[in-house]
Each structure stands twice: as structure tokens, then as C-alpha cells.
């Protein structure tokens, strides 16, 4: 799905640009400020830190050293992410070609035990399997109910919406975390950012218009599929840099997982794949883990005010994959609709925007 994304979640480091997107946005002020990436490069002199100083930073031999290293992370940093964005893309039309084959828990099943899998190796890794000490557990379950749900909603509409307008449909997320960030975060949303989610959902209105041959039941999936990944961005910025990111991972994939079982056993018999069938469910869950991983090196390299608004390449690869992979091209009307939808997003994650917003 559209990023069931986990990438709010890494808090471990105390970098601006190391940050979690979710808290990076508020403090972030770039790859490296231009002091920081000189020093760290060594190539300041006393002189030149003298200049730096007095506001001539051209005349240190070093300056040029600290801006290559600052530019070429920022680089490597969008690149990690535009292959996110690609990644995260094929694999939701690689599910909505799975849910013709296969019940949507079933892809929902294969996919989080594959992410399941990438946490324990993660835990592993930072030597901490003790699930059940982190602070927060209440939010903590809340959070990763919340993307159970997303999940769930998501991969069930996609059997019957087409994918460019299920994307957009889902892209409302961020419009409506900044409409419930006044109650739930205490943050101050001033006119014109109103303006910007009104038009927002204007847009969804034109592409779930009545009239439209959209279905009813996938589009009010897709509808709480949105509500409830923004109350998911909402917890993780709750939790960033209280609970380490890979502890907020690993609940999320576990209790997806036990979600994703539940459902399974109380819906209608499934048909179970071929042990081919699970390899290639398997392979999509794991292209779906490395996209959030890839995620997480953007942002450890880029601030998030850097990558937001960058977001919204992704429903555009929606359009054209639905466009030209499933032929289902949207209408002139939905076509405005998710115009409307990317202007607003671009608009409130662009860097000057949610400094406001904040």
C-alpha cells in the first residue's frame, strides 16, 4: 500500500537531519549546516573559522570540502528516496494484481511476515529483543493498530478501485493530520493552511463524485484507510525519540501480523498459494521492507522538510502505472481532483509551509 510507512519512526539518532521525518520537520535545517559540515570535514582553519565568523565563509580552503560532502549526502539522499517512492509504487500494483489471485489477507499475510522478518533482524542486530519493556505501550499498541487497520482497508479496496484513485483517496492523509493537529498535538494551524486542506478534499470530492463509477465499499475503505494512517503519523510523532525506532518497527510488524492472522481465520476460506505463490508473495513482502529501509537511509541523510514534498512523485507513478499497466486512466474530473490533492499536500509539506503550520 501507498506507504504503510514506518519511516516516521527513526528517532535513534540526535541529528537535525538524522531525525525522524516526523520530528525532523520541526527542527531540521538541512543535510548539515554549513559550519558543522565543514568541521567535520577538517578543512576549517583557524583563518577560515575566523571568517566563517565575521560572515565570509568563501575564503576557507576548506569550504568547498564541506559543501561537496553536505550536497553529495543530500544526493545519495533523495536518490534512496525516489527509490523508496519507485518501490513503494510497484509493489501496489503488484498487490492489486495479487488481491485478483488471492484473498487480500493472504498478500496482507505474506507481506508482514517478510517485514516480521527484517524487524527480528533488526533487534537482532541492536541487541534488544525484550518487546514488552518499552515505554508507552498503550500508544504503542494504538499506533500499530491504527496501520493493522490501514493495511487491512487498503488491500481489501484495492480488489475493486482502480489504483490511481485509491493512491489519491489515501494521499489525503497528510491533509487530514494537519485538520486533527489542533486537538490531538496542540499545534497551532493558522488560515491559509485551512485553505490548503479544504482544497484538499475539494479534490477528493471530484475524484469520489456521485456519478462516478467508483464503488462504494472500496471508496469507504479507502476513506478510513486515510484516517486511520494519519492517526498513525500523529502516534509516531507522539513516540519519536522516546522509543527507539527499531522497537516502534518491530511492534508494527508484529502486531500487523496478528492482525493480518485474525482476519485471515475469520473471514471466508482463503485460497492458500503454491509453494510459487508464496515466493513470489514473499519477494513483494520483502520489496515493501526494503522500500521502509531505504526510507530510513533517506532521512537519516536528508531533513524531511527536504524530502516532503517529493512525497507526491509517488502518486504520480499511481496514475501512470493504473494508466498504462491497467488501463484504467482517471477521468478528466479525478484527474483535477488529485491536482488538487498534490497541490495541497506539496503546499503544506513544502519547508517555509510547515514551519507556519508548526
Given at each position: 500500500m501507498?506507504?504503510?510507512?514506518?519511516?516516521?519512526?527513526?528517532?535513534?539518532v540526535?541529528?537535525p537531519?538524522q531525525?525522524?521525518?516526523?520530528?525532523?520537520?520541526k527542527?531540521?535545517t538541512?543535510?548539515?549546516?554549513?559550519?558543522?559540515?565543514?568541521?567535520a570535514a577538517g578543512?576549517?582553519?583557524?583563518?577560515?573559522?575566523v571568517?566563517?565568523?565575521?560572515?565570509n565563509?568563501?575564503?576557507?580552503?576548506?569550504?568547498?570540502?564541506?559543501n561537496n560532502t553536505a550536497?553529495?549526502t543530500?544526493s545519495?539522499g533523495?536518490?534512496l528516496?525516489m527509490?523508496a517512492?519507485v518501490?513503494?509504487a510497484?509493489?501496489d500494483a503488484?498487490?492489486?494484481?495479487?488481491?485478483?489471485?488471492?484473498?487480500?489477507?493472504m498478500?496482507?499475510l505474506a507481506r508482514?511476515?517478510?517485514?516480521?522478518i527484517?524487524?527480528?533482524?533488526?533487534?537482532?542486530?541492536?541487541?534488544?529483543l525484550?518487546?514488552?519493556?518499552p515505554?508507552?505501550?498503550s500508544?504503542?499498541?494504538?499506533?500499530?493498530?491504527?496501520l493493522?487497520?490501514v493495511?487491512?482497508?487498503f488491500?481489501?479496496a484495492?480488489?475493486?478501485?482502480?489504483?490511481a484513485?485509491?493512491?489519491a483517496?489515501?494521499?489525503?492523509?497528510?491533509?487530514?493530520?494537519?485538520?486533527?493537529?489542533?486537538?490531538?498535538?496542540?499545534?497551532?494551524?493558522?488560515?491559509v493552511q485551512?485553505a490548503?486542506?479544504?482544497?484538499?478534499f475539494?479534490g477528493?470530492?471530484l475524484?469520489?463524485?456521485?456519478?462516478?463509477?467508483l464503488?462504494f465499499?472500496?471508496?469507504?475503505?479507502?476513506?478510513?484507510?486515510a484516517?486511520?494512517?494519519?492517526?498513525?503519523?500523529?502516534?509516531?510523532?507522539?513516540?519519536?525519540?522516546v522509543?527507539?525506532?527499531?522497537?516502534l518497527?518491530?511492534w508494527?510488524?508484529l502486531?500487523?501480523?496478528?492482525?493480518?492472522l485474525?482476519?485471515?481465520?475469520?473471514?471466508?476460506a482463503?485460497v492458500?498459494p503454491?509453494w510459487?505463490?508464496?515466493?513470489?508473495?514473499?519477494?513483494g513482502?520483502?520489496?515493501?521492507?526494503?522500500?521502509?529501509?531505504?526510507?530510513?537511509?533517506a532521512f537519516?541523510r536528508?531533513?524531511?522538510s527536504?524530502?516532503?514534498?517529493l512525497?507526491?512523485?509517488?502518486l504520480?507513478?499511481?496514475?501512470?502505472i493504473?494508466?498504462?499497466?491497467?488501463?484504467?486512466?482517471p477521468?478528466g474530473?479525478?484527474l483535477?481532483?488529485?491536482?488538487?490533492?498534490t497541490a495541497a499536500?506539496?503546499?503544506?509539506?513544502?519547508?517555509r509551509?510547515a514551519?507556519?503550520v508548526?
Amino acid at each position: 500500500m501507498p506507504s504503510c510507512r514506518d519511516w516516521e519512526s527513526d528517532n535513534s539518532v540526535s541529528t537535525p537531519q538524522q531525525q525522524s521525518p516526523a520530528i525532523a520537520g520541526k527542527h531540521a535545517t538541512g543535510p548539515a549546516s554549513a559550519s558543522t559540515g565543514k568541521l567535520a570535514a577538517g578543512g576549517l582553519s583557524p583563518t577560515s573559522a575566523v571568517n566563517e565568523a565575521a560572515g565570509n565563509p568563501g575564503k576557507g580552503i576548506g569550504n568547498g570540502v564541506g559543501n561537496n560532502t553536505a550536497n553529495s549526502t543530500t544526493s545519495r539522499g533523495i536518490v534512496l528516496f525516489m527509490c523508496a517512492l519507485v518501490a513503494f509504487a510497484c509493489y501496489d500494483a503488484f498487490a492489486k494484481e495479487m488481491v485478483a489471485l488471492y484473498a487480500p489477507a493472504m498478500v496482507n499475510l505474506a507481506r508482514y511476515i517478510a517485514v516480521s522478518i527484517i524487524a527480528l533482524v533488526w533487534l537482532l542486530r541492536v541487541g534488544n529483543l525484550r518487546l514488552w519493556q518499552p515505554p508507552h505501550k498503550s500508544l504503542l499498541l494504538l499506533r500499530s493498530l491504527s496501520l493493522a487497520v490501514v493495511a487491512t482497508c487498503f488491500m481489501a479496496a484495492l480488489v475493486t478501485m482502480p489504483l490511481a484513485e485509491a493512491t489519491a483517496i489515501y494521499f489525503t492523509a497528510p491533509l487530514l493530520m494537519v485538520a486533527l493537529s489542533p486537538w490531538m498535538l496542540g499545534e497551532r494551524v493558522g488560515r491559509v493552511q485551512w485553505a490548503a486542506v479544504i482544497t484538499g478534499f475539494a479534490g477528493m470530492l471530484l475524484i469520489v463524485r456521485p456519478g462516478h463509477d467508483l464503488p462504494f465499499m472500496g471508496t469507504l475503505l479507502m476513506a478510513i484507510s486515510a484516517i486511520c494512517y494519519a492517526l498513525f503519523q500523529m502516534l509516531t510523532r507522539r513516540l519519536s525519540g522516546v522509543v527507539h525506532s527499531s522497537m516502534l518497527y518491530a511492534w508494527m510488524a508484529l502486531i500487523c501480523l496478528i492482525v493480518t492472522l485474525v482476519v485471515l481465520m475469520v473471514g471466508e476460506a482463503p485460497v492458500w498459494p503454491t509453494w510459487q505463490g508464496w515466493a513470489l508473495l514473499l519477494a513483494g513482502g520483502f520489496c515493501s521492507g526494503a522500500a521502509q529501509l531505504l526510507l530510513l537511509a533517506a532521512f537519516r541523510r536528508v531533513a524531511a522538510s527536504t524530502l516532503g514534498p517529493l512525497n507526491y512523485v509517488q502518486l504520480l507513478l499511481a496514475v501512470l502505472i493504473s494508466t498504462f499497466w491497467f488501463q484504467r486512466p482517471p477521468d478528466g474530473l479525478a484527474l483535477g481532483g488529485i491536482a488538487l490533492i498534490t497541490a495541497a499536500g506539496i503546499y503544506l509539506a513544502w519547508p517555509r509551509r510547515a514551519a507556519q503550520v508548526r
